[in-house]
Every structure is written in structure tokens, then in C-alpha cells.
């Protein structure tokens, strides 16, 4: 299970495991939270009371301190899981779904000056990608059946995440611009 960090405004910091949430509960650093209890962690025991220590976990906390990610700097990092996530693992050429195989194309290739950012890359299977080589789209005759774009915060964050729970990922979904591939495409979104 993965818990959403938050700084105080709501903005998205880091995805923590259990055991990386709890002190922040055990320093008293968080300022409020999203969902009921999704899992407990045992501490150790109260001298005093001679009961073991317990933590209830909610599965989005808000932290107070300094934010590490800033709303308007933030580009999420460009990987290929992350990339093949935003192309709903579809070959940006022929149309093909591939949950395994893709390629990262860059569509104005890299020796013809492209640069590795998200707007110059979308999910390419084997095929089309040995097709275009290193040409550019005219020169090899192919069209793209998208638009690369860069994902938002909330977005790179549904992006990097391992099994969102249901609620979590209604609450960053529902932070997603509505011009996303997410936006469209999501079940939980309608
Ligand atoms: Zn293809």
C-alpha cells in the first residue's frame, strides 16, 4: 500500500509506504487527512501504561514543513513506465495496445536534434519504431495518432503510483486537467 504525501496546501510530495508515514504521525507533522484509516502499525510499549503504542494510518496526509515539489516547477521526470502509462500502452503510429514490447520514440529523433522531454516522445511498438528510424515524420510518410503532452503534478503522480487505492486516485484524478488522456479515458473519472 502506498500513502499520498501531501505539503499543508494540498500539493503533492511523495509517495511513502506505511513505515515511511509513520513519523510523521509520531512527530505530530500532520495537519489533516484525506479518507478513513486504511492500516495500523504497532509501535513499541508505553512504559507508563504498559500497552503497546499503535499509529492509524489514513491513506492521504497532508505534512507541515517545507514542500519539496513547487507547483509551478514542477515537471514530473520522464520514464519510460511513466510514459507508456500516459499512452494508455498504445503505439503512437499504428494503434496497437501493447502491455509489453513498446519503445520510447523519439518522434523528432535525437540526431536530428529532438530533445528527451515529454513532448518529443510517445510509446512506439518494436515495429513502427524500426520503421520510422531516425527519420523525421515526413521523411518516413508515418502521422501520429496523438499529441504528446507533459503530464501535470497530479498526474505524474497517478503515473508513478503502484495499486492506488479507489479513493486516492478519485482524489488526484479529480486534480487532473480535463484535457488529459487520464481525464478521458478513466472509468473512475465519469
Ligand atoms: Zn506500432
Redesign the pocket.
Known amino acids: 500500500m502506498q500513502i499520498l504525501r501531501l505539503d499543508i496546501t494540498g500539493f503533492p510530495q511523495a509517495w511513502l509506504s506505511p513505515e515511511q508515514a509513520a513519523p510523521y504521525y509520531a512527530t505530530d507533522s500532520v495537519c489533516w487527512t484525506v479518507g478513513d484509516v486504511c492500516t495500523s502499525l504497532r509501535g513499541g510499549m508505553n512504559s507508563v501504561t504498559g500497552r503497546q503504542s499503535q499509529i492509524d494510518l489514513h491513506p492521504i496526509i497532508a505534512v507541515r514543513g517545507a514542500a519539496q515539489v513547487n507547483l509551478f516547477d514542477a515537471v514530473p521526470s520522464l520514464t519510460n513506465a511513466k510514459l507508456f502509462k500516459r499512452d494508455r500502452y498504445t ?1 503512437a ?4 495496445v501493447h502491455l509489453r514490447g513498446l519503445t520510447r520514440d523519439h518522434i523528432v529523433p535525437t540526431s536530428k536534434g529532438g530533445l528527451d522531454v515529454w513532448q518529443n516522445v510517445a510509446s ?2 518494436r ?2 519504431n524500426a520503421l520510422k528510424g531516425s527519420r523525421l515524420l515526413q521523411q518516413a510518410g508515418m502521422e501520429l495518432l496523438y499529441t504528446p503532452y507533459v503530464p501535470s503534478v497530479f498526474e505524474g503522480f497517478l503515473l508513478s503510483g503502484r495499486h492506488i487505492r479507489a479513493d486516492v486516485h478519485e482524489w488526484l484524478a479529480s486534480r487532473v486537467s480535463k484535457t488529459s488522456r487520464w481525464y478521458a479515458s478513466t472509468p473512475l473519472l465519469n
Open positions: 503505439c503510429y499504428c494503434g496497437n512506439a511498438c515495429g513502427c
